[in-house]
């Protein structure tokens, strides 16, 4: 399995500021994924994080909203830039340890309040 | 279009009861489907994974199905207990040629109660 920590685990904040979120593995993975979770919504993909690149969005997703940056293959952050109250969400990493594995393991989640 | 729908929304059981809970799913090219327990404020955890040519695989008291023909899952949930209060969501990947690509459906949230 892989052990995944993000931080912070919860924030509010104010409307147009930015915040960055830190998600930290404890092994070396293949991929790393980032969701949303609206409230009472399934998850959505945002982006895919790729190690020394530009990351891989899905369609409705901007870099310039969610600047993601993956320096190693443990570590990837993701701000969500210019907030308002529509971006309250959780916010999960999520990765894939080997190539053609099946097992996607999720981390436990960043509670994100917009006043 | 690619979609996973699941049922009930949610679900109020007696500890000890059994329950089952219903996925369908309209994905394709079918890779595998996946169902994951969400627990309130928590991150999904994986509890089975069953490819094309599976029919059933049980993790504990869990015990997933799957007819791919009519393209439908089901997870068993026997003697439940209150640890088994939870969102449920079933997931379904498809291959895309360079990569699987997961559906979500929304969840059954479960709650067991005394």
């Known amino acids: 399995s892989a052990v995944i920590s993000q931080k912070p685990s919860r924030d509010i904040c104010q409307r147009g500021t930015s915040l960055t979120i830190q998600c930290q593995v404890d092994?070396?993975?293949?991929?790393m994924f980032w969701y949303r979770q609206q409230p009472g919504q399934s998850l959505t993909l945002i982006a895919t994080?790729?190690?020394?690149?530009?990351?891989?969005?899905e369609s409705g997703f901007v870099i310039d909203k969610f600047p993601i940056s993956r320096p190693n293959l443990t570590f990837s952050t993701l701000t969500v830039s210019n907030m308002s109250p529509e971006d309250s969400s959780i916010y999960l990493c999520?990765?894939?340890?080997?190539?053609?594995?099946?097992?996607?393991?999720f981390g436990p989640g960043t509670r994100l309040t917009v006043l | 279009k690619n979609q996973v729908e699941q049922s009930p929304q949610s679900l109020i059981i007696l500890e000890g009861k059994n329950c089952t809970l219903q996925?369908?799913?309209?994905?394709?090219?079918?890779?595998?489907l996946r169902w994951y327990k969400q627990d309130t404020g928590r991150g999904p955890v994986s509890l089975t994974i069953m490819t094309f040519s599976e029919n059933t695989k049980s993790n504990g008291r869990y015990t997933a199905t799957l007819d791919a023909d009519t393209k439908q899952s089901s997870l068993h949930i026997t003697a439940s207990q209150l640890s088994d209060s939870a969102s449920y969501i079933c997931?379904?990947?498809?291959?895309?040629?360079?990569?699987?690509?997961?559906?979500f459906g929304t969840g059954t949230r479960l709650q067991v109660t005394l």
């Open positions: 999520s990765v894939v340890k080997y190539k053609g594995s099946n097992e996607q393991f």
């Open positions: 996925c369908n799913y309209t994905v394709s090219p079918f890779s595998n």
């Open positions: 997931v379904v990947s498809r291959n895309t040629g360079t990569a699987s690509k997961l559906t």
């Open positions: 994080a790729n190690q020394g690149s530009e990351a891989t969005y």
């Open positions: 092994s070396q993975v293949t991929m």
